[in-house]
């Protein structure tokens, strides 16, 4: 079920109304609708693969008991182990399975034998990835004593399932989101508008900016072989506003559409293109997955500890996994590659930490060398997208080949202008409020109602007037 559909703009109010108005008392049949309303949510797309959040459930849960009740060192690992690998064993079989079949093949095809391929007809269940580790991330902390194991299945199964994120993020930790299923929720109107407030610049990002730079990046892309040099950078430009403004647009509308319950979700995204290096980049994009990969795989590597070489050695892991985390291709091997690449020199001079506060803090404007900063950093961003975007390795490199051509200082062939007016508006919006969790969070308090409400009518009705043509947000393939 899309967040952008008819089907969840009637979703929506009847859990909403069975939530507040029907079960508002009872703490335990509130957190029961949240489980059912989640699978209704998530069998939309397909029912059958309802059965593996609740297998990861059911298993995860009693991996929590059973830690809680075990002081035996090697029973506790055994423990642990039996999550990772029932949790990673899932998500490796349905996303990487035919992977590593193929290259397995391609390996003993270099050296004259051939091998029939058995490959299978698998579907990728929307959000394993996400679901996945947050689930483990749970089983981790349990194990580590860092957080104490449930013994309400309900709850649990709650925090595993949570509709609003559960498909394309936040990757919540359950320190933070399971303990909110404990405690009875009061509705709270301010948080419920402010809420609103969030759903309605997601649907901006994805609907007006994000859907519209999607068709003419796949445009470009798909016949990328007859676009001038300008045309192509133009692509990969829009590609990058494509991303950004469906991933974080999701994001937000998932942290708003949590509002409306009751809880807070972590802040996913935070202005990263207005950073001024990779690292501080890294800082502000996908923040639970960062964050993730950080606490749960860069630290325990020894992080930024030891050697240059142990740190080096950290680095290119975390990006590596990073980038196969996305999906079963090399392009995004070699993406996560990349940017380990650019982060290495940062790393190398101790510069990794140097901007961590928001860009021109307590001025209006960006100094030049800020301006200047910032524009590298995109523009390493966006060559590092079309790694991203391309089927495979030799037309992302056949892309970047084509943009070193004179071509590049004549006018594009594709000039949307309603779509450029689009994003220099979303830019100076997203640069007007990029002190704030989300971008028009408190960004027109100073003004009276009057004009907040007609300012928000107004971008409700460029999304119903500009809306570009549905597409799937582009995180459900992962």
Known sequence: MLFNSIDFAVFLPIVFILYWFVLGRHLKYQNVLIVVASYVFYGWWDWRFLSLILFSTLVDYAVGIALSKSEDTTKRKLLLWLSIIVNLGFLGFFKYYNFFLDNFIEAFSFFGRDIQPNTLNIILPVGISFYTFQTLSYTIDVY????????NFIS????????????????ERASNLLPQFYVKRHFDYNKAVDGLRQILWGLFKKVVIADNCAYFANVIFDGYETYSASTLVLGAVF??????????????IAIGVSKLFGFNLKQNFATPYFSRDMAEFWRRWHISLSTWFRDYLYIPLGGSKGSKGNQ?????????????????????????????????????????????????????LPTVKEL???????????????????????????????????????????RPTDLFIFIILFLGIEWAGRRNLYAIESLWFKYPKPIRLFIYYSIAMLIFLFGGKTQEFIYFQF
């Open 372 to 414: 200047l900063q910032m524009l590298l950093t995109f523009g390493l961003t966006v060559l590092a997208w079309v790694f991203f975007r391309a089927e495979n390795l030799p037309m992302a490199f056949d892309y970047i080949a084509r943009i070193a051509d004179l071509s590049l200082f004549t006018m594009p062939q594709v």
């Open 156 to 171: 649990f199964a709650a925090f595993v399932s949570f509709f609003p994120q559960l498909v394309a993020g936040p990757i």
């Open 239 to 252: 590609f990058a506003f494509q991303i950004y403004g469906d991933f974080s647009g999701y994001s937000d």
């Open 312 to 364: 080096i050695r950290n680095v290119f892991i975390i990006f590596i996994v990073s980038g196969f985390w996305h999906g079963a291709n090399w392009t995004f091997i070699f993406w996560g590659v990349l940017n380990a690449v650019y982060f290495l020199p940062l790393l190398l001079r101790n510069k990794n930490r140097v901007h961590t506060n928001v860009v021109a803090q307590n001025s209006m």
């Open 144 to 151: 580590k004593r860092q957080l104490e194991p449930t013994k």
